[in-house]
């Protein structure tokens, strides 16, 4: 019989609707029977593409024994940390600040008070490794709470004054400046690996916000050493097993530092990150692989991401059955010689080995290979490598396909929304700036809808029951600035500033200092507030660009102050930990170079609003418009005619305006950083 999860709208709950757990999803009534009871809660914590998730799901919640001691001594909680990112980040951080260390699945266990007072991340069936097993920790947990529930109040009590101390009040320090973000870029520099590009050692990630960061960097200074870094570093990625080879878009990061063995989930938000900073690279550099690799990641989110209401899916799991009908890490994209020369027969496959890097030994395991280019099989045949990748994607259509998380998360489908829009732009695809278009609107109609506050997810059309973070009221409206620049409609800048104004007021503390969740959401043991960057922007450097972004379209003083307040934390945290607030030192780059202000009286899809689109100035605001009610939509195009009925480009920053210009090349020269 199905438990309580069966009717969320979390696929990662649902996944555990059939366990004999008797599940509960995180809500008051839970905590209440736990009091009712006199048990403590097991609160257990992952998402729908977390492998290990699956592994501790079918070992030890679907193994009835297991289930009927958790129900009788504990009442169980079930969390989608995509779904609960305010519940995740509070226990997160009390798991690392008690073990030096976290991740998922989280398994903390919980006064009725939901004080945490004991924690752990996997725990296997049996004890190895010097790790006990899952019903050892049961056992000892049950006994400690009966036989010494003084010492585990005092402990949970000393847990919650502890991260009740740990408030941040980097807000009022002042903006960032040059001093700083030179001396961020010498700590990339450090981490940098020269060898195989992107920083730190395995395991390794994709670094799309720092990328951001440098590339706005060398638009600003013209330092060389910044943009080989960036480019660099993504060239090692495009070439790298983290890379999809076949159908395009890129994996959640590398278990090596040579790129070549992916976690092969493949998360939406990596994809709309990277294929942002590849339409950027390319605006940069011209770099032909920067623009293939953006188009086909592009392409990807919109093949294999996006559902039938618009948005776009979370996730797709890393796991998938192989041809023994056994669920296996990356059997969907990993090929042996022998698979090769099935699809391809002996020449081709011979061939396609050398190209993609297809050993006999194998690269990952049971002799298998990720496919990547290691750039040693010498000059090569761009018809024949097209044929051939044509072939085996058409063979691997044929494999068991890899399950998809098809909640839609507000922020995730803004970062989508945002680089859809502006690689469609920059490429003449109209197709992916629709797609932009129809995700922005199930945004507005379906997790804004009645209420004027955004939903954090929704699934099928239907808005879920939890509320939208600061990251999902700075990341959608930073995706509908991006459409407002390419499509030069004002109701995005509209939406934004709308989404915007929440934040300021819902948000917002004393000094600039931001909030994950809002003043009158649930309250947790803590309210969460992380200012750094992990694997997309933090609510608080997402808010900040949005906010500056919109002071720049408009000339409102208070948004211009809000975002000059929360970089406060970027002053604060950039010299000293620059890879993990990437995002927030892009935005500061933004601040730095004014923004610059683009009005273009002109058509929209024009030569000067391409041009103006394509400009390299960090953080460029460009409203488009023509006639009488331009100015209506965008404050910019207010007072900016045409000049003698040619279309016109207006550039302005720290309140001053260059002398309009009807010419293309004068306006990239104003742009170009």
């Known amino acids: 019989m199905a438990n309580r999860l069966a009717q969320t709208t979390s696929p990662y709950l649902r996944q555990h609707a059939d366990n004999p757990v008797d599940w509960w999803p995180w809500s008051p009534e839970a905590f209440e029977t736990a009091r009712e009871r006199d048990v403590p809660v097991l609160l257990s914590v992952g998402y729908a593409s977390c492998h290990w998730c699956h592994v501790m799901?079918?070992?030890s919640f679907e193994d009835k024994t297991v289930a009927a001691y958790l129900n009788a001594h504990f009442v169980p909680v079930k969390v989608d940390r995509e779904e609960r990112p305010d519940v995740d980040a509070v226990y997160m951080e009390a798991v690392q600040a008690a073990t030096g260390h976290g991740g998922w699945p989280m398994t903390v266990f919980l006064t009725p008070d939901a004080e945490p007072f004991y924690f752990g991340t996997y725990f296997p069936p049996e004890a190895r490794h010097g790790s006990p097993s899952f019903q050892q920790v049961l056992e000892g947990v049950a006994a400690a709470w009966t036989d010494r529930r003084e010492e585990v109040a005092e402990v949970a009590g000393r847990i919650v004054a502890d991260l009740a101390g740990r408030s941040l009040a980097h807000g009022g320090d002042g903006a960032p400046g040059e001093q700083e973000t030179a001396q961020a870029l010498l700590g990339l520099t450090r981490?940098?690996?020269?060898?195989?590009?992107?920083?730190?050692?395995?395991?390794?990630?994709p670094p799309s916000m720092a990328v951001e960061f440098l590339l706005r960097h060398?638009?600003?200074?013209?330092?060389?050493?910044?943009?080989?870094?960036?480019?660099d570093t993504c060239s090692a990625m495009a070439r790298g097993g983290i890379y999809d080879q076949l159908g395009g878009g890129f994996a959640r990061y590398c278990v090596d530092r040579e790129w070549v063995v992916p976690h092969f989930e493949k998360m939406l938000y990596d994809n709309a990150?990277?294929?942002?900073?590849?339409?950027?690279?390319?605006?940069?550099?011209?770099?032909?692989?920067a623009r293939r690799i953006a188009l086909e990641t592009a392409d990807f989110m919109v093949r294999e991401l996006r559902t039938a209401e618009g948005g776009f899916a979370s996730a797709l799991d890393a796991d998938s059955e192989d041809a023994d009908g056994k669920h296996v890490e990356g059997a969907f994209y990993v090929w042996t010689p022998a698979q090769l020369r099935e699809a391809l027969g002996e020449d081709d496959a011979a061939f396609a080995a050398a190209y993609f890097g297809v050993t006999e030994e194998g690269t990952f395991e049971e002799g298998s290979s990720v496919l990547r280019l290691p750039g040693d099989a010498g000059p090569v045949d761009a018809a024949r490598v097209a044929d051939v990748r044509a072939r085996l994607l058409a063979a691997r259509v044929e494999r068991p396909r890899p399950g998809r998380d098809?909640?839609?998360v507000a922020a995730w489908n803004g970062l989508a929304v945002a680089a859809l829009a502006e690689t469609g732009a920059y490429f003449d695809r109209p197709d992916l700036v629709e797609r932009a278009t129809e995700a922005a609107d199930l945004l507005v109609r379906v997790h804004l809808g009645e209420v004027a506050r955004l939903a954090r997810t929704s699934r099928d059309g239907l808005a879920g029951d939890n509320a939208g973070v600061l990251e999902d009221y700075g990341d959608v409206a930073e995706g509908f600035l991006?459409?407002?620049a390419v499509t030069g409609e004002g109701a995005w800048l509209e939406f934004a500033g709308f989404l915007l104004d929440i934040v300021l007021e819902q948000f917002t503390g004393e000094g600039g200092q931001l909030y994950d969740t809002a003043h009158d959401a649930e309250q947790l043991i803590r309210r969460p507030q992380d200012p750094t960057d992990s694997a997309t922007p933090s609510g608080w450097t997402a808010a900040a660009g949005a906010l500056l972004s919109y002071a720049a379209y408009t000339g409102s003083e208070a948004h211009r102050t809000a975002a000059e307040g929360a970089l406060g934390v970027v002053k604060a945290l950039g010299p000293r930990v620059p890879r993990f607030v990437g995002w927030g030192l892009a935005v500061a780059e933004a601040l730095l170079d004014g923004p610059r202000e683009v009005?273009?009286?002109g058509p929209v899809g024009g030569e000067l609003h391409r041009t103006a689109l394509l400009g390299r100035a960090p953080g460029a605001v460009?409203?488009?418009?023509?006639?009488?009610?331009?100015g209506a939509e965008f404050p910019l195009l207010v007072d900016r005619p045409p000049v003698g009925g040619e279309p016109t480009a207006y550039v302005c920053r720290h309140f001053v305006c260059d002398a309009p210009t009807t010419d293309a090349g004068e306006l990239a020269a104003k742009l170009g950083g």
């Open 599 to 601: 009005a273009v009286a």
């Open 406 to 408: 098809d909640k839609v």
């Open 482 to 484: 991006a459409l407002a």
């Open 191 to 205: 981490e940098y690996d020269e060898q195989h590009g992107g920083f730190g050692g395995a395991p390794k990630f």
């Open 218 to 231: 060398y638009a600003r200074t013209g330092s060389e050493g910044a943009l080989q870094m960036a480019a």
């Open 57 to 59: 799901a079918h070992e």
């Open 273 to 289: 990150l990277l294929c942002r900073v590849y339409a950027h690279l390319w605006r940069t550099t011209g770099s032909d692989e």
């Open 622 to 630: 460009v409203a488009v418009g023509e006639g009488p009610g331009a």
